[in-house]
């Protein structure tokens, strides 16, 4: 028998890129979006129409952001990846946006996350979630049901005191404005720990030594 022929379900960023054919979508760490700037909210609101056809066409379900400042779009993530047809669904909104002079800002385009480092022993998961109304999202991670809120990630710290609680910023931004993110906090008095992983991260420390990672790998993995 030959090797099967269908379309595969799930796709990497980097097929992501090539489906959507440069319309400005980049993928951060809670899936693909863009960002459409508007000079008003009736400006904005007019891509919900062809966003809701675009989305009954794929098949996709996506999450829409609308103020009077812009207008974004987000394929939620899936622990599987991109769905095969946010590619052609992406293409097909930024073409709606660009009839509409609604114009792509990759700048504006970032999800945050929280990064909460416990205690090997413990498992604050349960008491985040419940604190913050939110809800589990694969072994480790607890989401907005809305997915409005930062999504967080639990991790222990081995051999660290119990009584000791950490946490980090996890910023996701387009690969192509990473470096000018770093470059940005390091002016505005911050100090690079880490850059061993760069360009896919770069761990930042505040003045008074809060953590924080800027992250582009998200927008490339293939």
Do not use: K
């Not at 008003?40 to 829409?64: N, Q, T, V």
């Not at 222990?156 to 993110?181: C, M, N, Y």
């Amino acid at each position: 028998m030959g090797e099967s022929t269908s379309e595969p379900e799930w796709i990497s960023a980097a097929a992501f890129h090539r489906a959507s054919r440069g319309s400005g979508w980049h993928v951060t760490g809670t899936g693909p979006q863009a960002v459409y700037t508007a000079t008003s909210l009736p400006h904005a609101a007019g891509l919900i129409a062809p966003i809701l056809a675009a989305s009954e066409r794929y098949g996709i379900l996506p999450d829409i952001d609308v103020r009077p400042e812009g207008v974004v779009v987000r394929v939620p993530y899936r622990p599987e990846g991109i769905p095969a047809a946010a590619g052609d669904f992406a293409a097909a909104v930024s073409q709606a946006a660009a009839e509409l002079q609604l114009t792509a800002d990759p700048s504006l385009a970032q999800s945050v996350g929280i990064y909460v480092a416990q205690h090997s022993q413990a498992d604050v998961r349960p008491f985040f979630i419940a604190a913050l109304g939110y809800e589990a999202f694969g072994d480790t991670d607890a989401i907005d049901p809305l997915r409005c809120g930062p999504q967080l990630a639990f991790n222990p710290i081995t051999g660290d005191s119990p009584a000791r609680g950490r946490t980090h910023f996890d910023v996701f931004v387009p690969a192509e404005r990473a470096q000018a993110r770093v470059d940005a906090a390091l002016a505005a008095g911050g100090r690079l720990v880490d850059d061993s992983h760069a360009p896919a991260w770069w761990s930042l420390a505040s003045p008074d030594n809060h953590g924080v990672d800027i992250a582009s790998w998200t927008d490339t993995y293939d």
